[in-house]
């Protein structure tokens, strides 16, 4: 374990680039968000009647999967920076179970609106519904090609407690992936 | 670039319970028969301060200085507002 210091950094972990990338990322989801918020200004009893039909114990499950997917990131991190590899590698394959599991908890929302015949044309709620939640997870995807490349190059000896900024890099990324859902989740699933 | 500073395996670990407990205090509020702008701003209010938990430990933007330390919060600021117009004006 290891100490937590007041000495502050100029910069945020990884590589710098992926701060740029993160910050469009989430500059497309505010437009997102704010869409939706305000599309629905003009429909609140068809946006209050349909997020009734949505699955909120799966999107409870979906939040707590990534937290604790993200949590293992944060252990994977930790793990480099003390050069322990074969922890960090583990942490890393278990975030990517969390985010495996994610995807298929996701996968059975979709296969059930697809049964019952829902679209993004079936209304404006659905519409949002759809594009907003595949779009995050089209993210999620990429965060786990992510996350399984920085597991495999963990366990080629790729990174070490002097050079870790990959896995710091790669950790970013995820972690704003988490943090996007955690707004989604009360915005479409809750609020009403 | 300065190496980053670490997060205790302690810290960390609580920050993850208080953000499953909080998480499970919005499905709660979902759960309940309660509706309106009061059960909306208080499940956005716990929703933006979980994101800025996850910027400001897993993300470690507490242990930077400058614009960058409060990239998340503005990032918050912005839809957190808007959304909050939006439902204020429904």
């Known amino acids: 374990m290891t100490e937590e210091s007041n000495q502050l950094n100029q910069y945020p972990p990884g590589d710098l680039a992926i701060w740029v990338f993160i910050l469009a990322e989430l500059a497309v989801f505010a437009i997102f968000f704010a869409s939706y918020a305000f599309t629905r200004m003009s429909h609140v009893e068809l946006f209050n009647q349909y997020q009734q039909t949505l699955d909120r114990d799966s999107a409870l499950i979906n939040t707590i999967t990534l937290l604790t997917s993200s949590y293992f990131v944060v252990r994977a991190v930790q793990a480099i920076r003390l050069n322990h590899r074969q922890q960090c590698e583990r942490w890393l394959w278990a975030a990517v179970l969390m985010a495996l599991l994610f995807l298929f908890v996701k996968g059975h929302e979709y296969a059930h609106h697809l049964a019952a015949g829902v679209s993004l044309s079936t209304n404006t709620f659905y519409m949002f519904y759809l594009s907003l939640t595949y779009f995050h997870f089209m993210h999620v995807i990429l965060g786990m090609v992510i996350l399984i490349a920085l597991a495999i190059k963990t366990r080629k000896g790729d990174y070490s407690d002097t050079e870790h900024t990959g896995i710091e890099t790669g950790a970013s990324y995820w972690h704003m992936v988490d943090m996007v859902w955690l707004i989604l989740f009360p915005l479409v699933y809750v609020m009403r | ?90």
């Open chain 2, 1 to 90: 670039m300065k190496k980053s500073q670490p997060l205790s395996v302690k810290t960390a670990t609580f920050i993850y319970l208080l953000l499953v407990a909080l998480t499970l205090t919005t499905w709660l509020a979902g759960q309940s028969s309660l509706q309106g702008l009061s059960l909306s701003m208080l499940v956005l209010g716990i929703a933006l301060f979980k994101a800025q938990m996850v910027g400001d430990y897993f993300m470690g933007l507490k242990s930077v200085t400058g614009l960058w330390r409060w990239v998340i919060s503005l990032w918050l600021l912005i839809p957190g507002s808007l959304i909050s117009i939006a439902f204020f004006l429904s």
